[in-house]
């Protein structure tokens, strides 16, 4: 079974930042993609990034390019999403998932997903 701990949420004001971390086995960082989603209140969960394992290529959802930076640290075992000018709108519970295969689709990874239990972010002011 994957885990994936995700840690970083807290509340910012819109236009602030966040980095959020997803603390993951060395063997899942190094063969199986990794991606952030997010499920606000009343909606879907979406995915917001993904990063492969292979060669460490990021993919993001329209609604995040350019704000947001997902990337990978291998001595420590943690993936990252560095959220920046943020906004109301990305208020929502942010999840670390795991696919079951290396390579990212669009924003998402591959496959069956192995999720993490969630962290919240609150943009406000």
């Known amino acids: 079974q994957v885990q994936a701990v995700e840690s970083g949420g807290g509340l910012v004001q819109p236009g602030g930042s966040l980095r959020l971390s997803c603390a993951v086995s060395?063997?899942?960082?190094?063969?199986?993609?990794i991606g952030w989603f997010r499920q606000a209140p009343g909606k879907e969960r979406e995915g917001v990034s993904c990063?492969?394992?292979?060669?460490?290529?990021?993919y993001y959802a329209d609604s995040v390019k350019g704000r947001f930076t997902t990337s990978r640290d291998n001595a420590k075992n943690m993936v990252y999403l560095q959220m920046n000018s943020l906004k109301p709108e990305d208020t929502a519970v942010y999840y670390c998932?795991?696919?079951?295969?290396?390579?990212?689709?669009?924003?998402?990874?591959?496959?069956?997903?192995?999720w993490g239990q969630g962290t919240q972010v609150t943009v406000s002011s």
């Open positions: 998932g795991v696919g079951d295969n290396y390579y990212c689709i669009g924003h998402e990874p591959v496959g069956a997903i192995g």
């Open positions: 990063i492969s394992s292979s060669d460490g290529s990021t």
């Open positions: 060395e063997y899942t960082l190094n063969y199986y993609a």
